[in-house]
């Protein structure tokens, strides 16, 4: 394990695993003190939301955050729009290197499009462990992070595109998770100052399909916008407004 590899986050850099967010919690229930970053080159049962399978082979970015995170500080939402908007950051820095034009959005809650095709995917996990020396109980929050670098999977049954296809060549992966740690980083200070409104404000400057009609558990209305917690908005035909904080979104 590297000492301090970004700031305050020590890396464990790892050939393959299972999943990198199934390590950290693993980690967590050692009861492991500071804030780690799980890096994979590969993993044999990548998780995404909802159960789903994340296809993990060669040569894309796969990590975990594991942040010991005070258990009143921490606001799964809200934390989860501030890496969306690190993801954003790091993918338009490094199109701005390869001299690409991305249509880059970020879809709530936490998927990164280029047009209408997923890029990236993020998912929040935490746990509460009893540690025995001192006795207290501690929270960690794990924030699992694929980027598609050089592949996708194209056997789902939404499109996805990577990195390459969108004319970005990556030739160290390392770094590119380097570049997302300076952008959360910078998210995380403010978040952190209890700034979320300007978080709030930048992510909806992003948002996929902001003001367009979704179906939410066969209910129609309007995404207009994420609140101050970070979770989702849909205003439905009567006027009343929804406030989500897990849904399933289908945009129309
Ligand atoms: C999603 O869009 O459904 C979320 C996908 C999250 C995938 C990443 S890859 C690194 C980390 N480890 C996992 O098993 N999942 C996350």
Known sequence: MNKHWFRNY??????????????????AKTGIMG?????????????GRNNKYWHSCDGNLYFSL??????????EPQLSIVTGLAVYETIKFVAKKSFAKLDCKLKWPNDILIGDKKLSGILLESINV??????????????G???????????????????????IIIKDLQQLLFIFMNYFE????????????SIRKSWLEKAYKLNHPVIIDKISGTFVGIDFAGRLNVKLESGKVLTLSEAEVIYK
């Open 10 to 27: 020590k890396l464990l850099n790892l050939d393959e695993i299972d999943s990198t967010n199934s390590e950290a919690i693993r980690l």
């Open 35 to 47: 804030n780690h970053i799980i890096l994979a080159k590969r993993q044999t049962s990548g998780r």
């Open 66 to 75: 594991l942040l010991d995170i005070d258990a009143q500080t921490s606001n």
């Open 130 to 143: 009893i540690t025995n020396k001192p006795k207290l109980q501690k929270k960690y929050l794990i924030i």
């Open 145 to 167: 992070v694929g980027i598609n670098v050089i592949t996708n999977p194209t056997d789902i049954h939404r499109e996805c595109t990577n990195l390459l296809k969108e004319g």
């Open 186 to 197: 910078k998210y995380f200070i403010k978040w952190h100052d209890a700034d979320f409104s």
